[in-house]
Structure formats: structure tokens, C-alpha cells
């Protein structure tokens, strides 16, 4: 196994693609241990035939969609209308903007990518600061994978064969109390610089119902969602197809969605869900060496040797967790991790789901965090300001999402009160 970990850092360590290191490191193990490739390919199709997964392309879709089709600008339009009257403006209306879009696309850049556009230009145009408007757009868009549908909450459910509906649920109190939280440090902030913050607009009724009338039908979006999980009349799966059947409705309504537009999105959504699969298969080979060498097991009696409090086992693992995010792609970490450390906490008596929810809020903020935060990659992209600069500009916030994540870790009721009395 030593071989195996060391032969995957140095590959990391020089950039070779996380799914190329996965597959190589492990190749090295099966030819230097004489293991039957066929194992590797039996991994391959086990790990990526499973029903579930099929969420991942449906959302990723939906989402994708929903920007091409110009509904996430009615979007922004609804949220800077209802609370853009707040000190602090757009910035709340960003916030609760990517609250309502991570109720379509269940994916952090996808938020970022497609409504931090609009989010970034709507903020500059209304004279917003650019270093603020994109640690914003940073932060708000972790939001994504916590509401529910998420695409993590899809790979972890597969892994720890647990309910993917359980996890959406339990992700709903975590994500709104992450979005406030957000707004709040936003609001202190323009308070302490207001002689240099745009006013925020002023409140009006009649607009507030006008915008709403606009964007009333892809507001509806997350109500189906999450409507028809919770009343059991779809699963997550299904959940995904009607978000997309949805979608398509909604783009021939508003008269935004092309023939042409239609198939850039899809043509899209296969290349981020061919990329996500080829990840989830290598690590699932990288996964099943773990389990041969029996990583958990030794892991288990290590940490029960130790420790006996499970409070002190959720920090060690938060840590481990915080800094894996920090250098490896979400679903890879999720896939690698989630067989190793499950059988530990489950030994502690801790919740699944809790543990589930923990370890996708983690991997989120690895997102916002150097060397290889995929959101920072992202608004970079779409600004003029370099990777280092937006990292320096979202530390408050990093700050913030994680003494919220040490709260959620250590009051396990605020994640598992909702799935708990829904389900049971």
C-alpha cells in the first residue's frame, strides 16, 4: 500500500490529471504484486453501473440548460428585487440567487461558471467592487452542493450505499444556514465600507411581484425537485430527467432555448459527466487496493487504540478530509475516502448522513482553497484577476464556511433532524 500512496502523490505532485494518476499508481500496484488486471476492469464496470449515477448527467444538464436558456438571468433579476434593498445588495441578491440555482444544477462550478457570470456583471455594471463581487460569487457558490440536488450527495450516497434522498434532505438546513451566515458577514462588511459601497435599491412591492411573475416558473424548479423526492412520487434519479424534461419546457416557453443552444449543452453536460465517470471508475480500482490492503481496518484499530471520544475522531477526520480537499478533485476524494473512513465512524456510533453532509462540505470549501481549487480556477477564468489574488480575497469567507463546518460536525442534530423526521 505504501507503494500505491507514494507512487499517487508523486504523479500529483506532477500534474499529471487525477483520473491518469488513480489509474497509473494502481497499474504499478497490480504489476509489482502480480494481481489479474481483470480485477482492475471488473472495478471499472461495477463502479460506474449503478442506477443512481445517472443523476449525475440529468442535473449537470438541467443546469446547464438553465443557463444557456437565459433563465438564471430571471433568476438574478427575482433575487436582486427582493432583497437588494439590504446593505449590501447584490451581494445578498448573489447569495440568494445561487440558493435558488442550487436547487437545478446540484454543482458548485456550474454555479459559479454559469450564474457567477451574470452575478459578476450585473455587480460591476451597478459599480460593486471586482475583488469583492468575486469572493462573493466564490462563496455563495458553495451553496450549490449542499442544497439539494447535489451531485457530491449522488457520488456519496453510491459509495456508502446509503439513501441519496436522505442526504438531499439533511442538506437543506446546513445550506440555508451557510447562505445566511454569508449574507450577514456581507451586510457588516458594507456597513464598515459604505462610503465606497453602491447604495442598495430601494425596496418596491410592485416590482419585487412584477420580477417575480417573470421568473415564476423557474422558481418552480427546486419546488418540483425537492417536492417530488420528499413526497416519494420520484427518486433522485428520476428527480433528475424531470429537471431536465423541465428545463427544455421552460426554454421553449420563454423562447430562449435553440436548437443550437440545446445541443452546446449537451455536448457540455457529456464532456463534465464523461470526466466525472472516468474519475469515479480509476478511483474505484484505487478504492478496491485500499480495501485488499485493508486501509479501514488498520485505520480503525489505530484511531481506536488512541481515542475513544467520537467527537475527537469528527475533528481528526475533518481535518484529514479539509486538507485531501485541498489537494484532490471532490469526486475522487469522495470515492477514495468514503470506503476507508466510514467503517470508522460508523464503530463511534456517528450518523452516515451526518457524516456524509461533513464530508461534502469539506471537499466544497477545498474548492474555494490553493492548489487546486476548481472555483478559484473558475472566476479566474471569467475575470481579470489571478488565481493568487482571489484566493487572498475569499480567506474571510473560508474562515467563515468553516467555523460553520466545525458547528455542523459537532451538533450532529442540525444535519439530521430534517431526513429524520421526514424519513422516519
Known amino acids: 500500500m505504501t507503494l500505491l500512496l507514494i507512487a499517487f502523490l508523486i504523479l500529483l505532485m506532477l500534474k499529471v490529471p487525477i483520473a491518469f494518476s488513480l489509474f497509473i499508481s494502481s497499474m504499478l500496484y497490480f504489476i509489482v504484486y502480480d494481481v489479474s488486471p481483470i480485477m482492475a476492469v471488473q472495478e471499472i464496470v461495477s463502479s460506474v453501473n449503478a442506477f443512481s449515477l445517472l443523476a449525475i448527467p440529468g442535473f449537470i444538464l438541467a443546469g446547464t440548460l438553465m443557463n444557456s436558456g437565459g433563465i438564471t438571468e430571471r433568476i438574478f433579476d427575482f433575487a436582486n428585487k427582493l432583497v437588494g434593498h439590504i446593505r449590501g445588495g447584490l451581494g445578498h441578491a448573489n447569495v440568494f440567487a445561487s440558493l435558488i440555482f442550487s436547487g437545478m444544477s446540484g454543482a458548485a462550478v456550474a454555479d459559479a461558471a454559469g450564474l457567477g457570470k451574470v452575478e459578476l456583471q450585473a455587480m460591476k455594471k451597478a459599480g460593486y467592487s471586482e475583488k469583492f463581487s468575486l469572493a462573493v460569487t466564490g462563496a455563495s457558490s458553495m451553496v450549490g452542493p449542499i442544497i439539494p440536488p447535489s451531485i457530491p450527495a449522488v457520488i456519496f450516497g453510491v459509495t456508502a450505499s446509503v439513501s441519496i434522498g436522505q442526504l438531499f434532505i439533511a442538506g437543506i438546513i446546513p445550506g440555508l444556514i451557510m447562505a445566511f451566515a454569508i449574507c450577514v458577514y456581507i451586510y457588516f462588511y458594507a456597513l464598515k465600507h459604505r462610503d465606497t459601497f453602491p447604495l442598495p435599491t430601494k425596496l418596491s412591492v410592485k416590482s ?99 481515542i475513544n471520544n467520537k467527537y475527537i475522531i469528527l475533528l481528526i477526520i475533518t481535518v484529514i478530509v479539509l486538507v485531501v480537499g485541498m489537494f484532490m478533485e471532490t469526486i475522487a476524494a469522495i470515492t477514495i475516502l468514503t470506503p476507508v473512513l466510514l467503517p470508522v465512524v460508523t464503530q463511534f456510533g456517528i450518523d452516515p448522513i451526518h457524516f456524509g453532509i461533513i464530508m461534502i462540505l469539506n471537499l466544497m470549501i477545498g474548492l474555494l482553497t490553493p492548489p487546486v481549487g476548481m472555483v478559484l480556477y473558475v472566476l479566474s477564468a471569467i475575470s481579470n484577476i489571478s488565481f493568487l489574488e482571489i484566493s487572498k480575497m475569499v480567506l474571510p469567507y473560508l474562515i467563515l464556511l468553516i467555523s460553520i463546518l466545525l458547528i455542523f460536525t459537532f451538533v450532529p442534530g442540525i444535519v439530521t433532524f430534517l431526513p429524520n423526521f421526514i424519513f422516519e
Open 208 to 306: 419585487i411581484f412584477h420580477s417575480f411573475r417573470h421568473a415564476f416558473f423557474a422558481l418552480m424548479s427546486p419546488v418540483i425537485i425537492l417536492g417530488g423526492i420528499m413526497t416519494g412520487i420520484v427518486t433522485p434519479t428520476e428527480a433528475a430527467i424531470v429537471a431536465v424534461v423541465y428545463s427544455i419546457i421552460l426554454g421553449a416557453f420563454y423562447k430562449s432555448l435553440t436548437i443550437r443552444s440545446f445541443f452546446e449543452s449537451v455536448r457540455e453536460t457529456m464532456e463534465t459527466t464523461i470526466s466525472v465517470m472516468i474519475i469515479v471508475a480509476m478511483a474505484a480500482v484505487f478504492g478496491w487496493i485500499l480495501a485488499s490492503e485493508q486501509a479501514a481496518q488498520q485505520l480503525s484499530m489505530l484511531l481506536l487504540d488512541s
